[in-house]
């Protein structure tokens, strides 16, 4: 069993940057592809980007090139750049320690998740 916890969200002026973190228990982050997902009050958690065990990374066209996923195993954390940040992007982000076999597939070890709020 693992444990995930989420920092860094908060409140941002659009165009601005913030850093996601999400640290496993036990040192168990190397075993699992890593995602983030976020969710809108009444809308389905929505994959945001995936970075499997070898490195592989991918996004959701609307965050591509602005969002950076990233992982340091040694540190058991993973990570969300997200930068140029757009009202839009609003939402509780949620970070999940799953598998890929063609594409990512969530487990039931879920963060707690952390709200991104951007507005002026």
């Known amino acids: 069993q693992v444990q995930l916890v989420e920092s860094g969200g908060g409140l941002v002026q659009p165009g601005g940057s913030l850093r996601l973190s999400c640290a496993a228990s036990g040192g168990m982050l190397s075993l699992f592809a890593m995602g983030w997902f976020r969710q809108t009050p009444g809308k389905e958690r929505d994959l945001v980007a995936h970075i499997r065990r070898n490195g592989t990374t991918w996004y959701k066209e609307s965050v591509k090139g602005r969002f950076t996923i990233s992982r340091d195993n040694a540190r058991s954390t993973a990570y969300l750049q997200m930068d140029s940040l757009k009202p839009e992007d609003t939402a509780v982000y949620y970070c999940?320690?799953?598998?890929?076999?063609?594409?990512?597939?969530?487990?039931?070890?879920w963060g707690q998740g952390t709200q991104v709020t951007v507005s002026s």
């Open positions: 999940n320690a799953g598998y890929y076999r063609d594409t990512f597939n969530p487990s039931d070890y």
